[in-house]
């Protein structure tokens, strides 16, 4: 079955701490993303690709770091930096373009 | 930036049609409109897109006002699965630098059904 994963689904950190959050996918997508979506909000961009080893800032990037080194995979680290980290973290990927995104469960990331 | 405004919250009744309005009085002649919707806790699903022409899927039906400063989402027939938040959405070409493919979610709209 052809989709986008993202794990773990649940994701507990210390203050201070770096955590890095999986995405990957199998649809051959050259473009993906990360967003980030708050309670009761609309999503929004941390940073995408649209090939590999190659990435963008979206509006919220400071705090976060990201690499491409495969087609298939799109890492997230939270980083110490990013000073309200608790939220629902989405992946997403499309072949580019106008085309449509297809995205993953979703990490819900809690700072304690 | 082209943004969207869409009502908070819906009703509707089970088995009924459901038009969901959008404005977008800035949009540009090359921005596409985009639908997605997404279900408590999972990730956002594209349900369908279109630039001018009315669009039909399996899923729904977009229809786009011939100036293009609004459009409407229809369900032809609401379900208790259709419940969720719909997302109106612009691609977003200036802010990217002409990346493509970058969507610019708002809050949407909150659809309940009703049995």
């Known amino acids: 079955d052809g989709g986008i994963t993202q794990s773990p689904k649940y994701l507990f950190r210390k203050e201070g701490q770096n955590v890095t959050l999986s995405c990957e996918q199998n649809l051959n997508h050259d473009a993906m993303y990360w967003y980030r979506q708050d309670p009761g909000q609309g999503l929004r961009l941390i940073y995408y690709?649209?090939?590999?080893?190659?990435?963008q800032k979206g509006d919220i990037a400071e705090g976060y770091s990201v690499s491409r080194e495969k087609k298939e995979s799109f890492p997230l680290t939270v980083t110490s930096a990013q000073k309200n980290p608790t939220a629902f973290y989405l992946c997403a990927s499309s072949t580019g373009g106008d085309n449509e995104q297809f995205f993953g469960p979703g990490t819900r990331l809690t700072v304690l | 930036d082209a943004k969207t405004t869409q009502p908070n919250s819906m009703e509707s009744n089970e088995e009924e049609p459901v038009h969901l309005p959008c404005n977008h009085s800035?949009?540009?002649?090359?921005?596409?409109i985009h639908w997605y919707r997404q279900l408590p806790s999972q990730g956002p699903e594209y349900v369908i897109h279109g630039l001018t022409s009315n669009v039909n899927n399996r899923m729904a039906s977009l229809a786009i006002a011939e100036d293009r400063k609004s459009s409407t989402l229809i369900l032809h027939r609401a379900t208790l699965r259709d419940a969720a938040v719909y997302y109106c959405?612009?691609?977003?070409?200036?802010?990217?630098?002409?990346?493509?493919?970058?969507?610019?979610f708002g809050k949407g709209t909150k659809l309940s059904v009703k049995p």
């Open positions: 959405i612009l691609r977003d070409w200036v802010r990217y630098g002409g990346s493509q493919g970058n969507l610019i």
């Open positions: 800035t949009i540009s002649g090359t921005d596409y």
């Open positions: 690709s649209q090939i590999v080893n190659d990435f």
